[in-house]
């Protein structure tokens, strides 16, 4: 069986960890391959950092930043895209009170204070009962701690640079999955019901237990939405 080359763009201070599960249980039906993205302070450069390196055509998936990516990368080359999944994302902008947060956190990392930042943010990320599951919290804190000051101020201000995705949304025809977490505080239901209604053919699902960080939080679920997804 031909398998679908599939391309995985993680979020703010995540790598290869946060597809784990998804990465082990979907190579029987993905080539898969999983995006840098903190080399740029852009989601243009990213994004052409990322299509440099991807196979000609692919499905793609994106988390939260990765989701910023990923409507970059559909309004560069959606030729290049066969099917879309957006995972505890947005489409519009920031509002003033969080690009205000972001310009803070630039300033704590810029004067060393980076190294307490990931263990705040726990809270934010998680679902209440993941925040204490040593083998979710520390899978966090890793990839944050590999991840750095230095790429995580880099990706915060790429974040700040993004364009509104909005527009774009309805020139989106690819078969696309919208999901994320019902206990996800940064990018809530209402933030996803947003982009499905903008996408004539995405399909909404909100994913029960779960924060911010779906795909690490409940892996069978987001593995069994995804091989849907490239199935269907
Ligand atoms: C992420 O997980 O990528 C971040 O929450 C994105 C953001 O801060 O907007």
Known sequence: MTKTPLLLCPGLL????LWRHQLDSLTDVADAQVADLTGAESVAALAAAVLERAPPRFA??????????????MRRAPERV??????????????????????????????????????????????????????????????AERIGPEAFIRQQR??????????????????????????????????LREIAEGIPAAKLVIVEEAGHLTP?????????????????
């Open 60 to 73: 793609l998936a994106g988390l939260s930043m990765g989701g910023y990516v990923a409507f970059e990368i």
């Open 82 to 143: 066969t099917r879309l999944a957006l995972l505890d994302t947005r489409a519009r902008l920031d509002p003033p009170e969080s690009r205000a947060r972001r310009f803070e956190l630039i300033d704590i990392a810029r004067r060393g204070g980076f190294a307490k930042l990931p263990s705040q943010m726990l809270a934010g990320q998680l679902h209440p009962d993941h925040v204490a599951v040593p083998q979710i919290a520390a899978t966090v804190l890793a990839m």
């Open 216 to 232: 690490l939080e409940q892996p069978q679920a987001v593995s069994a939405l995804l091989r849907y997804w490239l199935q269907s």
């Open 14 to 17: 995540n790598d290869a960890a």
């Open 158 to 191: 790429a974040i700040l640079d993004r364009p509104d995705s909005r527009p774009g949304l309805a020139a989106i025809h690819v078969p696309t999955l919208v999901a994320g977490g019902r206990q996800d505080g940064i990018t809530p239901p209402d933030v």
